[in-house]
């Protein structure tokens, strides 16, 4: 099996994890501030010293503009350095895909969420499949009000996650079929088995030109001093 390097910078969340013969053998991963652009490169420098890779996977957004720069230009390095084939995995897809993994009775729907700010969230439709999991509904920017999913609660559970999830409880829980589940953290390692398949079937991205998907244009915001105008 493959070693595999997985790279997840789309949240606050900074995560890495070494993949080897199909399971997660090493993890690093933090939340306080600044931590991609200040703990990513120690994380990959203690994971894969002396090891041998065969491909680095990292998500693909949505998500932080400047998380999903760093983790993808990290990624880019690593296979320009090493001559590696460069993955990528959509983050939400990635999220449902580790909530199944590890609630392996569960069979209902899962709806990952990542704070957009305000009442949006980037949010995606996942159902279980014999071959792990299939999308119902590609990503999309939703902005959160009544009655918004009621089309996928009215057929069953569904379950929210991310960092996301939180925001909408007030609005999404009166439904009988929300569910919740606090306890869920994003991960690198929830893009294993997804990144595996795309291995195996040389599903590869071009290193030169690959960018993250952002969803939504990054607005720079003007800095503000106080006691200078413009001229």
Same mark, same amino acid.
């Given at each position: 099996m493959s070693k595999i390097l997985l790279i997840e910078t789309a949240t606050s969340v900074c995560s890495v994890a070494l993949a080897e013969e199909g399971r997660v053998v090493a993890r690093r991963e933090s939340?306080?501030?600044?931590?991609?652009?200040?703990?990513?490169?120690?994380?990959?420098?203690?994971?894969?010293? &002396?090891?041998?890779?065969?491909?680095?996977?990292?998500?693909? &957004?949505? &998500?932080?503009?400047?998380?999903l720069r760093i983790g993808v230009s990290s990624a880019k390095g690593l296979c320009y350095g090493l001559g590696i084939p460069l993955l990528s995995v959509p983050t939400l897809l990635g999220m449902a895909s580790h909530y199944y993994r590890q609630h392996p009775d569960y069979r209902g729907l899962v709806c990952p =969420?990542? +704070? *957009? %700010?305000?009442?949006?969230?980037?949010? =995606?439709?996942?159902? %279980?499949?014999?071959? &792990?999991?299939?999308?119902?509904?590609?990503?999309? *920017?939703?902005?959160?009000?009544?009655?918004?999913? +009621?089309?996928?609660?009215?057929?069953?559970?569904?379950?929210?996650?991310? +960092?996301? *999830?939180?925001?909408?409880?007030?609005?999404?829980? *009166?439904?009988?079929?929300?569910?919740?589940?606090?306890?869920?953290?994003?991960?690198a390692e929830g893009m294993l088995p997804l990144a595996e398949t795309k291995l195996a079937k040389g599903e590869v991205e071009d290193v030169a030109y690959f960018e993250p998907f952002y969803l939504k244009d990054f607005v720079a915001k003007k800095s503000v001093v106080h006691g200078l105008r413009e001229s």
């Open positions: 939340d306080a501030p600044n931590a991609h652009s200040t703990q990513l490169p120690l994380f990959i420098k203690e994971l894969i010293d &002396g090891v041998k890779l065969d491909a680095v996977c990292v998500s693909a &957004g949505p &998500g932080s503009y400047t998380g =969420m990542i +704070d *957009a %700010r305000r009442m949006e969230c980037y949010t =995606m439709i996942v159902q %279980r499949s014999e071959v &792990g999991v299939q999308r119902l509904r590609d990503t999309q *920017a939703d902005v959160i009000v009544p009655g918004i999913y +009621d089309e996928w609660l009215d057929k069953g559970e569904v379950t929210f996650i991310g +960092d996301g *999830a939180e925001k909408t409880r007030d609005i999404l829980s *009166a439904h009988s079929n929300a569910r919740y589940d606090d306890s869920f953290r994003i991960s």
